[in-house]
């Protein structure tokens, strides 16, 4: 079974800074995709960037960008130029043969002005 | 569009009672997916639909949680029997799968559950 593993519960960034999600997973499958979704206090999940196995280029969406090393089935988020708005909890999420997300416990990202 | 639309967005019940959340997906998606979300945790997979079809049902559902999406649109999800441990928040989402399903998934707000 894919197990989606985030290590940090909480991290804070001070605006206009740059933060490191991490992320691991584990998997037997060769292609799937990897996401990180955003959900803001009392709002709904939102897709930041994705990025799919087969693929070595890492994924960049504007100020979000992934560091994606599949053999050491590592897949973290950089966050340039944090804003207040950034702030929210980020799942990382592997999506597989089996047709659905799973997802990590999550990192709950303060940014402090 | 109106995105995934869930009512009703909390529900306070007393343990024992029956309750059933709806959810609405976007209008062309095919594919309509359930998790269950409880405080400080990502969310857990309960089911998913493919247009009509049930395809996949979580280990983690027991029996008195039934979910239906007649017709291939809007979906309900049902819970018999409450219990305290039920209390959470029950997300759903819904994805365009065409040749391939790429898990782009687009979530509701949630339907919030307190059972009492």
């Known amino acids: 079974a894919q197990t989606v593993t985030q290590s940090q519960p909480e991290m804070s960034v001070q605006e206009a800074e740059t933060v490191t999600l991490s992320c691991t997973y584990d998997?037997?499958?060769?292609?799937?995709?990897l996401f990180w979704y955003k959900q803001p206090p009392s709002r709904q999940m939102i897709l930041v960037i994705r990025q799919e196995a087969y693929k070595q280029q890492n994924a960049t969406e504007n100020r979000f960008s992934v560091n994606f090393q599949k053999a050491a089935k590592s897949f973290s988020l950089k966050i340039s130029d944090s804003q207040l708005g950034d702030t929210a909890m980020y799942f990382c999420?592997?999506?597989?043969?089996?047709?659905?997300?799973?997802f990590g416990q999550g990192t709950e990202l303060s940014v402090k002005p | 569009d109106t995105g995934v639309s869930q009512d009703p967005r909390h529900k306070i019940t007393k343990r024992g009672q029956n309750v059933t959340f709806r959810c609405d997906p976007i209008?062309?998606?095919?594919?309509l997916y359930w998790y269950r979300q409880t405080l400080g945790q990502g969310p857990e997979f309960l089911t998913y639909f493919q247009n009509e079809a049930q395809l996949e049902k979580s280990r983690l559902l027991s029996d008195r949680f039934s979910a239906e999406r007649p017709k291939g649109s809007f979906s309900t999800l049902e819970i018999q029997r409450t219990e305290q441990g039920d209390s959470a928040m029950y997300l759903c989402a819904s994805s365009l799968n065409r040749d391939r399903a790429t898990g782009e998934l687009f979530f509701g707000e949630g339907s919030r559950l307190t059972v009492l």
């Open positions: 998997t037997s499958e060769s292609n799937y995709y």
């Open positions: 209008s062309e998606h095919n594919r």
């Open positions: 999420a592997f999506f597989g043969q089996g047709g659905k997300l799973i």
